[in-house]
């Protein structure tokens, strides 16, 4: 079986002088990265293996500050939760973060050693419901000891897996990071366990068929065996269970533009997803996301060009060579 995909950087290769900028471009298609006092020593190095739906790794990097601005997450159509290992002399096993990358954060400056495991929102949503809670947030022990033990033994392991030993380890993973997020979410809320158990099946449901035509509440409810007033008062706090799918067709729409090589026409897209008039559907997107649909499969078609991207051979090229990296990732992963 071939080995996992894995890119690397490191600024040992470059003159002191370039580290720096090298570094800053490598993390631009996250983050916007201010200059340390003293470029011209600055050292970082950083490998990302992708394995099915998730791109897990570890960096090691001199004090920075990071930045994801509401500009920068309207422009790079990256929505994804960053979970991150963060190792410190007072957490040496390494302290649980948990990042939504849909929402603004600022990083002090600060050394970096990490490991990260990046994954779709869409995964994350159905594991965890409400994860967008934890944004910028530590998981409490003993979870996260348990979980930090997980990250550590993948991380051991991965430059021995093939594609298939891994895909099996990181849905265990991701199992265990829904069942321990979904538990700190439930004891902050402490909702009724019935419900909770409800909504998570309600949103796989729809999550399911959501290019069904009838994908209405009254379908919806008769599916799961529940009324209507039932399955109102699930999704209450989330806007109503309309409002619900609807959000959930224009993040499968967005995440369809965003792919390298679909070629298919918006609106045929987006009537596949619900929307039956062009201009509701690029008004409804816009709102969502801060930018146009057009401007999405533009982000998809930069994917595919060789001198940015580059296919799985030229992988291990670092920047200068290839300008992007994790956004490779990123654009690459399902959802």
């Known amino acids: 079986m071939p080995a996992l995909p894995c890119i690397r950087i490191s600024t040992d290769s470059f003159p002191a002088e370039r580290r720096f900028a090298v570094w800053r471009q490598a993390m631009t298609p ?14 970082g190095s950083a490998y990302t293996y992708l394995i099915g739906t998730v791109a897990f790794g570890g960096t090691r990097v001199d004090a920075l500050a990071y930045e994801r601005t509401p500009a920068r997450i309207a422009a790079d159509g990256i929505d994804h939760i960053l979970i991150r290992l963060d190792f410190t ?8 973060r948990v990042i939504d990358l849909g929402q603004p954060i600022r990083l002090p400056l600060a050394p970096m050693d990490c490991l990260c495991l990046f994954v779709p929102r869409d995964v994350m949503e159905i594991a965890a419901p409400g994860i967008e809670r934890l944004h910028d947030r530590f998981i409490a022990a003993p979870r996260s000891e348990v979980l930090a033990g997980l990250m550590r033994g993948l991380a051991q392991s991965a430059p021995t897996l093939d ?42 449901h729809i999550d399911a068929h959501l290019s069904s035509r009838d994908l209405t509440p009254e379908r919806i409810a008769q599916a799961l065996g529940m009324s209507r007033t039932s399955l109102y008062r699930l999704f209450r706090d989330m806007g109503g269970v309309a409002d619900y799918v609807r959000r959930r067709r224009l993040r499968r729409v967005q995440s369809i533009l965003t792919l390298p090589g ?16 062009e201009a ?3 008004r409804a997107f816009r709102r969502a996301f801060g930018y146009t649909a057009t401007a999405a499969r533009e982000t998809g078609a930069r994917l595919t060009d060789p001198a940015l991207v580059g296919d799985d051979a030229h992988l291990h090229l670092s920047p200068p060579d290839r300008p992007l990296m994790w956004a490779d990732w990123m654009n690459k992963l399902g959802g």
Do not use: C, H, M
């Open 30 to 43: 996250l983050f916007d990265v201010s200059p340390p006092a003293r470029p011209e020593i600055f050292t």
């Open 89 to 96: 002399s007072e957490s040496p096993q390494g302290a649980l």
């Open 163 to 204: 594609r298939t030993e891994a895909g099996a380890v990181v849905d265990a993973l991701l199992a265990a990071f829904g069942i321990s997020l979904w538990i700190q979410l439930a004891a902050e809320d402490r909702p009724d366990a019935r419900d909770t158990t409800l909504l998570r099946r309600a949103q796989k």
């Open 262 to 277: 679909e070629t298919r026409r918006i609106s045929e897209i987006a009537f596949e997803y619900g929307f039956n008039d």
């Open 280 to 282: 509701t559907f690029s």
